[in-house]
């Protein structure tokens, strides 16, 4: 299988900071990478797709980018509603597999 | 409006079964490959198995390979998951979600329905 590890596994920031989470892919992925965002209590939401395509209805303040093994979700200006756990998830191989989360929270 | 609504979760004993479903509307379900991924509390999310969008192809993760079988009505448009043998890691919330052909993402998911194993 191919694993998926985020960094940080947590984190802590204000309104307006620029955040930036990693996920690293155990082997090339090219771009078969997507992110989730996911808040208490609800189902995930997609936020983007093939490593930097913008879901619809997403904020532009959210941009992925990578690819191979290394990948980075930015949310260029954080606001109140995204304190929340981002995933990745890879769809390259047979057997999917998410990243084991990056909780954003309030600084 | 895109729906997808699963039920049948609830508590189930060690080595006992449960059959999920997930209703779906809005949509051509015979469109797109469906998704069963779980989250156990407090834990991150988990991809359980998949289907096509004909029924002829399957997969599973490892830990539930022999144990789990996944199916679909496409007539009513429903999705299920056939849960046999059932230990106390399998509890989550488990969720449906759907995927159109060749696009890899997730793009739709239900609100979940909890399974709890316990003696």
């Known amino acids: 299988d191919i694993q998926m590890t985020q960094s940080p596994s947590s984190l802590s920031a204000s309104v307006g900071d620029r955040v930036t989470i990693t996920c690293r892919a155990s082997?090339?992925?090219?771009?078969?990478l997507n992110w989730y965002q996911q808040k208490p209590g609800q189902a995930p939401k997609l936020l983007i797709y093939?490593?930097?395509g913008l879901q619809s209805g997403v904020p532009s303040r959210f941009s992925g980018s990578g690819s191979g093994t290394d990948f980075t979700l930015t949310i260029s200006s954080l606001q109140p509603e995204d304190f929340a756990t981002y995933y990745c998830?890879?769809?390259?191989?047979?057997?999917?597999?998410f990243g084991q989360g990056t909780k954003v929270e309030i600084k | 409006e895109v729906q997808l609504v699963e039920s049948g979760g609830g508590l189930v004993q060690p080595g006992g079964s449960l059959r999920l479903s997930c209703a779906a509307s809005?949509?051509?379900?015979?469109?797109?490959?469906m998704h069963w991924v779980r989250q156990a509390p407090g834990k991150g999310l988990v991809w359980v198995s998949r289907?096509?969008?004909?029924?002829?192809?399957?997969s599973f993760a490892d830990s539930v390979k022999g144990r789990f079988t996944i199916s679909r009505d496409n007539a009513k448009n429903t999705l299920y998951l056939q849960m046999n043998s059932l230990r106390a890691e399998d509890t989550a919330v488990y969720y449906c979600a759907r995927v159109l052909v060749s696009s890899g993402y997730f793009d739709y998911w239900g609100q979940g329905t909890l399974v709890t194993v316990s003696s």
């Open positions: 082997q090339s992925i090219i771009t078969y």
């Open positions: 809005g949509f051509t379900f015979s469109s797109y490959w």
């Open positions: 289907i096509s969008t004909d029924g002829s192809s399957t």
């Open positions: 093939a490593a930097s």
């Open positions: 998830q890879q769809s390259y191989s047979t057997l999917w597999t």
